[in-house]
């Protein structure tokens, strides 16, 4: 299994800015970044994916504010986040596919401000 770190997060007023990284132990092309928001949210949402075309796919409550480049030969995938409000406020967790619903890195926690 590949393992996956993520790092970036914290505290941010509405309107402000963050970049998350996630670094991988091995090359991926297909990378997806999720969040969840604590507490009673169970299941988690999806934000971006990075497919093996080298195109982005944005969840349409991001689309336009964040961004997700890679690094290929640091093997880290970043997500941009600006013009952040305090509904994006979550868990951000980076994910490659594979089996048994792919790897999942920790988290990191993105807490913005009102």
């Known amino acids: 299994q590949v393992q996956l770190v993520e790092s970036g997060g914290g505290l941010v007023q509405a309107g402000g800015s963050l970049r998350l990284s996630c670094k991988t132990s091995?090359?991926?092309?297909?990378l997806d970044w999720y969040r969840q928001v604590s507490g009673s949210q169970r299941q988690r949402e999806w934000v971006?994916?990075?497919?093996?075309?080298?195109?982005?796919n944005y969840n349409a409550e991001v689309r336009g504010r964040f961004t997700a480049p890679r690094d290929g030969p640091a093997n880290t995938a970043y997500l941009q986040m600006d013009n952040l409000s305090p509904s994006d406020t979550a868990v951000y967790y980076c994910?490659?596919?594979?089996?048994?619903?792919?790897?999942w890195g920790r988290g990191t926690q993105v807490t913005v401000s009102s």
């Open positions: 971006a994916s990075n497919t093996e075309e080298g195109n982005t």
């Open positions: 994910h490659i596919p594979g089996p048994h619903q792919g790897s």
């Open positions: 091995r090359s991926a092309s297909m």
